[in-house]
């Protein structure tokens, strides 16, 4: 049984030249000529669309992650605003967590005041050997 020869996707440079040349070809019909093909469990083979918009999108030098500003990976900014489940607990998101940077564990006192709550992260107190 021959095996099928695994092709390495165009990147950078010579894809963008690639692309290029293609023309008025199809999204889809310029990823396979690129070599954006995968194959599933079940032995067919499949264009990947998203590496390919992926591959050119960095090739072109553009990023849509922000450069690692901390906001994730895109998705929704947080709003700064929260509601009351109706469990009547209060969920902070993990936008805002991960802003602060908390990690699982740590630890806050919470002041009431009397239109705001305020959170002081607690540090961790240094066990004495």
């Known amino acids: ?9 165009l990147t950078g ?17 310029k990823a396979r000529a690129c070599g954006y093909i995968m194959t ?9 669309i998203m590496k390919f918009q992926n591959a050119l999108l960095d090739a072109m030098g553009m990023d849509l992650e922000g450069g690692g500003s ?4 895109g998705g929704r900014k ?11 607990n209060l969920l902070i998101g993990a936008a805002y967590t991960a802003q602060m ?9 919470i002041t009431l005041g009397r239109k705001h709550i305020k959170l002081v ?3 961790a107190e240094e066990e004495e050997a």
């Open 121 to 123: 992260k607690l540090e």
């Open 70 to 73: 901390g906001e994730g990976r």
């Open 101 to 109: 940077g908390l990690e699982p564990g740590d630890e806050f006192e």
């Open 40 to 48: 599933t469990k079940t032995g067919k083979s499949r264009v990947n």
């Open 1 to 9: 049984m021959a095996r099928k020869k695994k092709v390495t996707p």
């Open 13 to 29: 440079e010579d894809l963008l030249n690639q692309v290029k040349q293609l023309g008025d070809l199809s999204k889809e019909e």
């Open 78 to 88: 947080p709003s700064y605003r929260t509601r009351v489940q109706s469990n009547k």
